[in-house]
């Protein structure tokens, strides 16, 4: 049989079990989709920038669970850590690394040194860490640092986010590589109060989606990857309209709810995704997960 709507690689997948086909679902999956393409485009061209004094840098912001990190993620795959033949070490040319919950030196650089599997004792100086970290990253040839959940820096006192954003800057000076910093919208507003680092860091917007013609595409998109032998037409626009109602725009959300949905359909015997199937999974929208929490939260302080 001939299966239009699915990828070659999603079709091979229907020759498994149904226990096969939903660990394939439920398994991490990109989409390139335009707005994702345009910040790879811009991250490969920072990549190859040629080392000087003021380094450009990026930030990547966005709406929780709207695909930043899967973006940099998949950016991290194109460019992964590799034998190095002529050296004793690894290539790295990318590392990624999580802003600590609060903008403290020390454990900043204890993130990255337990990501290069470096020894070190966790009550060593702060500027012993550093030298650490300035050595070990210059020998793995790193080429690109990138900070996700760089919004915690607001988490901390004015003092701990100014010595904070200065260790950013102090990297980028002494490696000579770009910095990309990756959060929601309050990650513009910490970046900003550095005038040199505002001037350095370049915005890029990941939007929510709009119900238009790229959702209907990106909808599509998600369709040929799931393994359900009959089509569902997600980008019909009964259907896309549910489809964004229920995931609100997030790209994430979106991306779990379909996987819901696809294994409901197996486990159905379905084999589509339709309004009966989105029914049944008990699905709960963001918005509603907040208003949820926020009542629990009142319902707690109130005792």
């Avoid at 096969?20 to 679902?25: A, K, V």
């Avoid at 910040?39 to 000087?52: A, G, H, I, R, T």
């Avoid at 912001?61 to 940099?72: E, F």
Wanted: aromatic content about 8%; overall charge positive; hydrophobic content about 40%.
């Amino acid at each position: 049989m001939n299966y239009p709507h699915l990828s070659h690689k999603a079709e091979e997948q229907l020759k498994y079990s149904d226990i096969e086909r939903i660990e394939y679902i439920r398994s991490p999956r990109w989409i390139g989709y335009p707005q994702a393409q345009q910040v790879l485009v811009k991250l490969e061209d920072l990549l190859s920038f040629p080392k000087q004094n003021r380094m450009p840098n990026m930030l990547l912001v966005g709406d929780t669970n709207n695909g930043k990190t899967m973006l940099i993620k998949h950016f991290l795959r194109q460019h992964p850590a590799h034998d190095n033949p002529h050296g004793n070490g690894i290539i790295a040319p990318v590392v990624i690394i999580q802003a600590p919950p609060i903008p403290d030196e020390s454990r900043f650089y204890n993130a990255i040194l337990d990501l290069l599997f470096a020894p070190y004792k966790t009550h060593d100086r702060t500027d012993k860490k550093l030298a650490q970290v300035l050595h070990l990253l210059k020998y793995v040839n790193t080429k690109m640092l990138i900070i996700d959940e760089i919004h915690h820096i607001l988490s901390g006192s004015l003092n701990k986010q100014k010595t904070f954003l200065n260790v950013i800057k102090y990297l980028g000076n002494e490696l000579q590589i770009p910095i990309v910093g990756v959060g929601i919208k309050d990650a513009y507003r910490a970046i900003q109060t550095d005038a040199q680092l505002a001037n350095r860091f370049e915005p890029a917007v990941l939007p929510r989606w709009e119900l238009n013609k790229d959702f209907m595409r990106l909808l599509m998109s998600f369709e040929r990857m799931l393994p359900l032998s009959q089509p569902s037409d997600l980008h019909e626009i009964s259907l896309a309209t549910k489809l964004y109602a229920m995931s609100e725009g997030y790209i994430g959300e979106l991306s779990r709810l379909l996987t819901q949905a696809a294994v409901a359909a197996i486990q159905q015997q379905t084999e589509c995704i339709n309004e009966t199937i989105l029914n049944s999974i008990n699905w709960i929208g963001p918005s509603q997960r907040k208003r949820q929490l926020d009542r629990s939260e009142e319902r707690r302080v109130g005792k």
